[in-house]
């Protein structure tokens, strides 16, 4: 809805976009942010910078669940070899298979649907740049490719990192809590704290990075204000996509990525 209100009021020239004009012309005469720190955070943005970071995430976050999603399996095995036939049956019941490999890709797919969207919406809207970039080869500010490369991938990369840690934490807690129902007994399990700590780490150093990259676009002149804010609604669009996505058809249901705690206090697949 923010996103429909912003590129109705830069498409019909109302008085959101005049303000908005204005704020961008006095955000970038101040001075307060040196031209060459607002340079470097303008630069985040670029493709150059971003994608390679959102890879070395994806690569690093898919080895990670192969290798939880193969545990899982083996534990799996033992579980059927340990109860047999019973066993097996309920195994058979028992969650959907992980797709581990889906959250990387639908990552990668969240970043590349950042110029099949941006790109129409510039030259539909077709909006002058600020006076620094008057004389350019191209209208069509509005929204950022910039702000929208960095919100995507930035974002998802965070989402990366914590989602599945988080999720393996719960799991982990809801599969110990259901097998005695005596936690205590077992020592207790461990508190999804430090998740919860690192996820908000986390979640506060990429909202501040983009406020940077925004911030250093308006200060340098290459955006208005309200081409940044329209391009963060717009990743807020594809990041709450990837999560749906991942959420109906990465699988795994109550238990699966994460080896329950409790196969550790009998002779597990790993021990004899």
């Not at 630069?43 to 669940?65: E, F, I, K, S, Y």
């Not at 581990?100 to 099949?116: D, E, K, S």
């Not at 970039?133 to 995507?152: E, N, Q």
């Not at 340098?220 to 594809?238: E, I, K, M």
Request: glycine content about 14%; overall charge positive; aromatic content about 8%.
């Amino acid at each position: 809805m923010l996103f429909a209100a912003l590129t109705w009021q830069v498409a019909g020239h109302g008085p959101l976009r005049t303000l908005d004009e204005q704020l961008g012309r006095t955000l970038a005469a101040a001075g307060a942010i040196p031209s060459g720190l607002a340079e470097f955070f303008a630069d985040l943005g670029n493709t150059v910078v971003a994608l390679p970071v959102l890879l070395a995430v994806m690569v690093w976050t898919g080895w990670r669940g192969r290798q939880r999603c193969r545990r899982w399996q083996q534990w799996q095995q033992w579980q059927r070899e340990r109860e047999g036939e019973q066993g097996g049956a309920d195994a058979a019941e028992g969650p959907a298979p992980v797709r581990w490999w889906l959250p990387p890709l639908a990552a990668g797919l969240a970043l590349a649907a950042v110029p099949a969207l941006v790109v129409p919406l510039k030259l539909w809207l077709a909006r002058p740049g600020p006076p620094q970039m008057a004389g350019g080869a191209h209208d069509g500010f509005y929204p950022s490719g910039h702000g929208a490369t960095a919100a995507v991938a930035y974002g998802v990369a965070a989402l990366l990192l914590t989602r599945g840690r988080m999720r393996g934490q719960m799991r982990l807690r809801i599969g110990n809590g259901n097998d005695n129902g005596n936690d205590s007994a077992r020592g207790g399990t461990p508190a999804p704290a430090p998740a919860a700590a690192a996820t908000v780490a986390v979640t506060a150093s990429v909202a501040l990075l983009n406020a940077s990259v925004g911030m250093g676009l308006v200060r340098r002149g290459y955006h208005w204000p309200l081409d940044v804010l329209g391009s963060w609604c717009l990743a807020g669009v594809l990041l709450a996509a990837w999560c749906a996505v991942c959420d109906r058809w990465a699988g795994g249901g109550a238990g699966a990525g994460t080896v329950r705690q409790g196969a550790g206090d009998e002779a597990g697949p790993d021990r004899t």
